[in-house]
């Protein structure tokens, strides 16, 4: 028997595909996109167009298994496996296969006894990113742990600074349709790799090109989209938001602004020209590494070219003043007033519209019961500092789901001796044997997309969607919801929304007072797969008045809605005083500047501290994995070179380092060896390396061994581009 199911790609990108799974007696045997959707339009990216591979992998946690061998990490050979695939062996003599029962129950013995000893809160839940689907990323699971009082998550390692510097503007998170972008005609992606991670939104600018739009790249690596840009603009890490203030002086003081809209949408335009004026080209220069000239010709063109849009991505937040450089960034458009135009604005995140019912699918009132108060929050990003160092009370227990923090934590080393104390009970519900499961002692086997149903919404995009089951679970895998309602149900948890279905669920989901839910429930989304938001009278921060633009009608539009959505045309931002606040109240409030500041990064080659570690070294994302996600598959493998240090000839050529060479890239926090690739991809004094599985490269040491557990300045995320080193030649033991 063969059908075709309707899915959703869940993983942690903007674009959320729409998926179509051929399904033959009972087996997948095809993935595509779906070209029914507006957005993704049929086409997947190279690693979930090879999602076979890794649902059938032979690698794959099919069963519960405990440890029986020592805690650690363990670097195996791989093997040749059948059909020609390789595998990761796992000895026999650190596992044992054991059943959901017995993997149930020592679960709850050892929670319960954690508990009466020490406390509730001296558990920890360690999930994100794994899956950014409804149910699966945050519902049964955060039931379970507010109802057993466990520490609280502050789940901020990847997006909170980007979010809090937008919202401190503009209130909310929404932005521009990507459909719009089509119809720009000078477009900035202000680090954001479109080609190698918002891959979806590529063809939109490619239309608009084909119509004579300029693509503008600022970025400090040059990524595949800045090798296709018609103007790509190195910048010194961590300065983008002088780059920012630059581009506002040029367009304060030669009244290029949009001073109806700045008057009428606006708030603080005054103080923001005071701030400006301390930013001339001159001054943004030396910080940035641009050229006067280009800095002025970019402010110009940025704001008399129109329409104009920015696609800016969370690498801008990754550096300390992450949180301010977003703040200024987002100021631009409500300076030029380019958000009244269809092909204007900027695009961070649309995640702000989608509005489900949040409380009642996590339900943080169960925490209250148990507790009589919110339990204590742990931020994600210090997880090496909570293990070691924590008391009041420590943590005795972490149960890691939809995350891989040996791999992706900063400050590496610390991580793995958290994970590596004998006192700390460690449950990972996971896919593979990762390298966290390294220091777990239970491992449950966790589906795939294609083995459950959910709901999934999108940070690129405005369509709701509905992923169907294409397959039965392989072996005795469990989604993370059926997983945490069993372990509700062996813990003795009778409260009745642990045994609500996964349609229920959904149901809870869309019951929400959000507008732009009307009319959507789980019988449209199941008969039509994605829905767009309902883009009416209201707005995605519910103020009313905002008429959705029509659509030209083109040939690529006709399959589209026939509206555009334009949420601060007439302005109605989300903020208190519904203005885009150029001057933030809430900000003075908090001891930060409530214009914008500027504040050189701690680890910069220009401070003068940094004389060992002259070197900035860009921790960034490989082209085809997703953080941690899909590294550890061959088909995937064979498009990402790993292992690599990117390097400037010039400061290659004083390190004595030649290209293929062996290097040792160190600091204070650890070293790495690494394999150095002498290109111009990166400025001098920058150097750049992806993140790869600890466990498969050499000493079983990732880039994190470099990386720091310091916050931005807003949203206190982590800080994985503000990070110096030093690299030298190798010297092999002798």
């Given at each position: 028997m063969k059908k075709v199911v309707h899915a959703a790609c869940?993983?942690?990108?903007?674009?959320?595909?729409?998926?179509?799974?051929?399904?033959?007696?009972?087996?997948?045997?095809?993935?595509?996109?779906?070209?029914?959707?507006?957005?993704?339009?049929?086409?997947?990216?190279?690693?979930?167009?090879?999602?076979?591979?890794?649902?059938?992998?032979?690698?794959?946690?099919?069963?519960?298994?405990?440890?029986?061998?020592a805690k650690g990490a363990e670097p195996q050979p791989r093997s040749v496996a059948p059909h020609g695939q390789t595998r990761t062996s796992v000895p026999t003599q650190t596992w044992q296969r054991i059943s959901w029962d017995e993997a149930l129950d020592e679960i709850a013995e050892n929670f319960k006894k954690i508990t009466v000893e020490f406390g509730s809160e001296a558990i920890l839940p360690y999930s994100y990113g794994g899956t950014l689907a409804a149910l699966n990323s945050a519902s049964m699971d955060r039931r379970f742990f507010h109802r057993l009082g466990a520490s609280q998550l502050a789940r901020n390692i990847c997006s909170n600074a980007g979010e809090e510097g937008l919202k401190s503007v503009i209130g909310t998170q929404v932005g521009t349709e990507?459909?719009?972008?089509?119809?720009?005609?000078?477009?900035?992606?202000?680090?954001?790799?479109?080609?190698?991670?918002?891959?979806?939104?590529?063809?939109?600018i490619e239309e608009a090109r084909r119509k004579g739009a300029k693509l503008v790249v600022i970025?400090?690596?040059?990524?595949?989209?800045?090798?296709?840009?018609?103007?790509?603009?190195?910048?010194n890490p961590g300065t983008d938001a002088v780059l920012a203030l630059g581009m506002m002086h040029v367009i304060i003081e030669e009244n290029l602004y949009d001073a109806d809209y700045v008057s009428h949408h606006t708030l603080g335009f005054e103080e923001l020209r005071k701030k400006a004026a301390e930013y001339p080209p001159e001054r943004v220069s030396k910080w940035t590494g641009i050229s006067i000239p280009d800095i002025v010709k970019l402010a110009r063109e940025y704001a008399t070219i129109r329409p104009s849009v920015i696609r800016v991505n969370y690498g801008v937040q990754r550096s300390e003043g992450g949180g301010m450089a977003t703040r200024a960034i987002t100021m631009l458009p409500c300076i030029t007033g380019s958000w009244k135009e269809v092909g204007g604005g900027l695009q961070l995140s649309t995640s702000g519209a989608f509005g489900l019912n949040q409380d009642e699918l996590k339900r943080p009132d169960l925490m209250i019961d148990t507790l009589g108060r919110p339990a204590r929050k742990i931020n994600m990003v210090e997880l090496g500092k909570v293990l070691n160092t924590l008391t009041g009370p420590p943590v005795k227990g972490l149960f890691v789901y939809g995350s891989n923090p040996a791999a992706v934590c900063p400050n590496h080393n610390e991580v793995v001796r958290g994970l590596s104390r004998p006192d700390l009970f460690t449950v990972v519900h996971e896919q593979f044997f990762t390298d966290t499961t390294d220091y777990a002692d239970i491992v449950l086997p966790a589906t795939t997309f294609f083995e459950h149903k959910d709901l999934q919404t999108s940070y690129g995009h405005y369509y709701l969607q509905m992923s169907d089951q294409a397959i039965e679970p392989l072996g005795e895998c469990r989604s993370n919801v059926e997983t945490f309602r069993a372990l509700a149900q062996r813990m003795g948890f009778e409260d009745a929304c642990f045994r609500e279905s996964v349609d229920e669920m959904m149901d809870i989901a869309l019951s929400s007072r959000n507008p732009l839910l009307d009319g959507i429930d789980r019988a449209r989304l199941e008969k039509e797969g994605h829905v767009r938001l309902n883009f009416g009278s209201k707005n995605?921060?519910?103020?009313?008045?905002?008429?959705?633009?029509?659509?030209?009608?083109?040939?690529e539009s006709q399959s589209m809605d026939s509206e555009f959505?334009?949420?601060?045309?007439?302005?109605?931002?989300?903020?208190?005083?519904?203005?885009?606040?150029?001057?933030?109240?809430?900000?003075?409030?908090?001891?930060?500047?409530?214009?914008?500041?500027?504040t050189p990064p701690t680890e910069s080659r220009h401070n003068p501290a940094a004389k060992n570690f002259p070197l900035e070294m860009l921790a960034r994302k490989a082209d085809n994995f997703l953080n941690s996600t899909f590294s550890n598959l061959p088909s995937v493998e064979k498009m990402e070179e790993v292992g690599l240090l990117e390097i400037n000839s010039a400061d290659a050529e004083a390190r004595q380092v030649k290209d293929g060479d062996k290097v040792r890239v160190f600091n204070r926090r650890g070293e790495i060896t690494l394999t150095a690739r002498v290109d111009g991809k990166v400025q001098r004094g920058v150097v750049s390396a992806s993140l790869y599985w600890a466990k498969l490269s050499p000493n079983s040491k990732n880039i994190n061994v470099l990386t720091s557990e310091k916050l931005t300045d807003l949203g206190n995320s982590a800080t994985f581009y503000s990070v110096l080193v030093e690299v030298e030649l190798f010297q092999a033991a002798s």
């Open positions: 869940p993983h942690d990108c903007p674009d959320a595909c729409g998926v179509l799974i051929t399904v033959e007696d009972g087996r997948a045997t095809k993935i595509q996109g779906d070209p029914a959707h507006p957005v993704t339009r049929g086409f997947l990216c190279a690693k979930v167009a090879k999602y076979l591979d890794r649902v059938y992998s032979p690698d794959r946690v099919l069963y519960p298994m405990r440890r029986v061998g990507p459909e719009q972008f089509a119809h720009s005609r000078y477009i900035i992606a202000w680090a954001s790799n479109i080609h190698g991670n918002n891959v979806h939104l590529w063809p939109f970025d400090p690596y040059r990524t595949r989209t800045a090798a296709c840009a018609d103007w790509y603009l190195p910048i995605s921060n519910g103020a009313t008045g905002v008429s959705p633009v029509p659509r030209e009608a083109s040939p959505f334009m949420p601060f045309a007439p302005g109605n931002f989300g903020t208190a005083s519904g203005k885009a606040e150029l001057y933030s109240e809430a900000l003075r409030l908090q001891g930060l500047d409530p214009v914008v500041e500027f």
